[in-house]
């Protein structure tokens, strides 16, 4: 366990080194943890879930301020990010696996959700696209990793200045188009596509579906079916937003483009 | 610091050890790998226009369009529809306890067996939140529902046409729904209904059914000790007391005569008499099927309950007989607790009462009791206590020589239009 005030100790046990590397997942993943608890300490718990915790913290030598996400469930897809950079979404540190138990080590955005946002007011036409842009860009990253996210929604998208940086991949699973069927159903409901809720294969245009929810909340506050956005923000939405995903935008490059 | 072993590199920023997997040194908080950074191409300005303009002049033409063509509205579970006096929220869900919308239903299903269930369409003033079916009923034209796609084959899917349902009595359509999976792989398919309304505009509503096979373990009498009934209730003992059972525990019996009390308890066990050449399955002694909260329904099939008083087969949890024969005793299939009890195919002749129905709650798993014979019983069939309005169907049941037909002291409703009474 990290401890919420851990003293500052640097000093490395005696069994370092020899104790937990035995060259496996499961080995670093003692290694992480225990290097966690001498090396950070939790600031706050940023959200308890029933399928993990995520906690911030911060580096005790340089105060640095880092994201840890311990839950159960796949971690490949922040596996795949530990290799890549994107603006709009955050590094991934570190990722360690035992069993069905992962830690992510991540960076820590500092900056509103989108959903708080909208609570004070809707985007303007301009705002909308550029949100919807940067979060494109994300997914394209995603998407290019074989990864689909799965929840895109404005409490997963965190504005820090002029940037939105998309979060929360807990949901996301790698794309393996000879499955026949999702393992596991998830996703928000409202946002989440129909075929996330059924025995298709999620594919991206999973999140292009999401993304058409979310360029109508941005501009209306509401689900497409209750109001659609005007103008051609709107046809973008009705587009992304087909029951069949073979009638939306095929990949999230098209959909760029289009806004 | 610990010594080198191939299985270790040095943090370049710190000289700290650290694993060789390891991509970050949480020593002095710095990145240890190489990373890619990735950005989406630059928009491609003269391609953007070529698929621009088009979709532009499609989406002219369709604004054009819209503005003076009736709307269509659809939603995966739900979708809300504007016309001129408001705001209607639809939603499909599977009970009527439940007021959440629901997008995907899922079901196991035992290969082979036939499932009927309820598909219920809500309608609320989206503003107030209150119920306005009544309102909403007003202004349909016509509905539909289908399965247009079954994913995955090896399943069966049809829908009766929505309507109101007496079992439903607060919900204003309801589609009832009866599957079956034929094959031993999962399977789903889409329903789809189609309001149209008499404005023209057009509703289209999906939710999804999937199908899973339900895991089954089967007891032979030639692989477990069942030749009496000490072996049989040891057996069903021993498989309640397994940790993690398979759902669906079917006991495939010899054609024996079983004496004794037999006590079903812990879980759902289904019984299944013998219908070869060799003779029936026979009970001389009650069945018991204790009081549970899982709802699984435990099935006797082709079993024949031959007493002399006493209750033949007594049920506190949910329990269908199918093709059994219940004679001389004083009650043939008793319900009570949280059961709903239902008898298809069954004789029950020359008891006191055939069936009694006295269970205070629970919900109904199955409205028909259809091809049943009541012969030379004192009462037929006692209706004492029944849990919900569902009209219980007698269809294709026979009545004949009871002291009394049906005793319905609770005013259950009934559909006799096709039971024969002689």
């Keep these: 366990m990290i401890t919420q005030t ?8 005696a069994s370092f080194g020899r104790k937990f590397w035995g060259g496996g997942r499961e080995d670093v993943y003692d290694w992480l943890r225990e290097a966690l608890e001498r090396e950070f300490e939790v600031v706050r718990p940023l959200k308890e879930g029933p399928r993990g915790t995520i906690r911030l913290l911060r580096h005790r030598e340089t105060g640095r301020r ?39 080590l991540e960076e820590y955005v500092q900056g509103d959700t989108l959903d708080c946002v909208l609570r004070g007011g809707l985007c303007s036409p301009r705002e909308t696209r550029r949100i919807a842009r940067q979060v494109c860009q994300a997914l394209w990253v995603l998407h290019s990793l074989g990864a689909v996210h799965r929840d895109v929604k404005p409490e997963n998208i965190l504005l820090r200045g002029r940037e939105a940086v998309l979060i929360d991949f807990d949901a996301a699973r790698l794309h393996k188009p000879a499955q026949d069927t999702d393992t596991q159903v998830l996703g928000t409901t409202g946002f989440a596509a129909p075929e996330q809720y059924g025995l298709s294969q999620t594919d991206g245009r999973a999140d292009i579906y999401a993304m058409g929810i979310l360029i109508n909340v941005m501009r209306t506050g509401q689900h497409p079916s209750r109001k659609l956005a005007p103008g051609h923000l709107g046809r973008v939405v009705e587009r992304c937003t087909q029951m069949m995903p073979q009638k939306r935008y095929p990949n999230v490059l098209r959909l760029m483009e289009a806004l | 610091m610990a010594e080198h072993t191939e299985k270790q590199k040095v943090c370049p920023h710190c000289g700290a050890t650290l694993p060789e997997e390891a991509a970050f040194c949480p020593y002095c908080a710095q990145t240890v790998n190489r990373r890619s950074h990735l950005k989406a191409p630059a928009k491609g300005w003269r391609r953007a226009l070529m698929v621009l303009m ?58 082979g067996d036939a499932y009927r269930g309820p598909v219920l369409l809500r309608v609320h003033d989206a503003d107030t939140g209150t119920d306005a079916g009544a309102a909403f009923l007003e202004k349909i034209d016509r509905v539909t529902a289908e399965f247009p796609t079954i994913e995955g084959g ?30 031993d792989a999962e399977a789903a398919a889409e329903m789809v209904w189609t309001i149209d309304m008499k404005n023209g505009d057009t509703i289209r509503l999906g939710v999804k059914y999937i199908l899973s096979p339900l895991p089954a373990e089967d007891y032979y009498p030639e692989d477990v000790p069942m030749g009496t009934t000490e072996e049989l209730q ?6 309640a007391a397994a940790a993690d059972p398979s759902p669906n525990v079917n006991i495939y019996l010899p054609a024996l005569t079983y004496d004794g009390t037999l006590v079903l308890h812990g879980r759902a066990i289904n019984l299944y008499g013998s219908t070869g050449g060799e003779g029936r399955t026979v009970f001389t002694g009650s069945i018991r099927v204790e009081a549970r909260e899982d709802g699984w329904i435990s099935y006797f099939q082709d079993i024949e309950f031959r007493g ?48 009694h129905f006295n269970s205070k709650e629970g919900s109904a798993n199955h409205s028909l009791y259809n091809d049943n014979t009541f012969r030379d019983n004192g009462t037929a069939v006692v209706l004492e206590q029944v849990p919900t309005d569902l009209a219980l169907n007698f269809i294709g049941s026979v009545f004949e020589g009871n002291g009394t037909d049906i005793d319905n002291r609770c005013g259950q409703p009934l559909d006799l239009s096709r039971a024969e009474f002689r």
């Excluded at chain 2, 009970?95 to 959440?100: C, F, G, K, T, V």
């Excluded at chain 2, 199918?322 to 008793?334: A, H, V």
């Design chain 2, 308 to 355: 002399n008083g006493g209750v033949a087969l007594s049920a506190a949890a949910n329990a269908r007989a199918t093709n059994c024969l219940f004679t001389g005793w004083d009650t043939g299939l008793y319900g009570c607790g949280t059961a709903w009890i239902n008898s298809i195919g069954c004789t029950f002749a020359d008891n006191g009462v055939g069936l």
């Design chain 2, 54 to 111: 088009p979709l532009l002049l499609v989406g002219g033409i369709a604004a054009g369009y819209h503005l003076t063509h009736p709307q269509i509205c659809e939603g995966v579970g739900e979708v809300y529809y504007s016309d001129l006096s408001g705001t209607y929220h639809l939603f499909l869900s599977e009970s009527a306890s439940l007021q959440e919308p629901v997008q995907e239903m899922r079901q196991n299903a035992a290969i």
């Design chain 1, 66 to 104: 880092f994201v840890l996400r311990q839950y159960a469930g796949s971690a490949e897809v922040y596996r795949r990010l530990r290799d890549v950079q994107c603006e709009h979404l955050p590094q991934v540190y570190e990722v360690a696996t035992r069993g069905e138990d992962n830690l992510v």
């Design chain 2, 154 to 183: 090896g399943a069966k899917f049809v829908c009766t046409a929505p309507a109101p349902h007496s079992a439903f009595p607060d919900v204003p359509l309801v589609s009832l729904v009866d599957y079956t999976l034929e094959a």
């Design chain 1, 6 to 13: 851990g003293r500052k100790n640097n000093k490395l046990p």
């Design chain 2, 234 to 239: 040891a057996l069903i003992d021993e498989i």
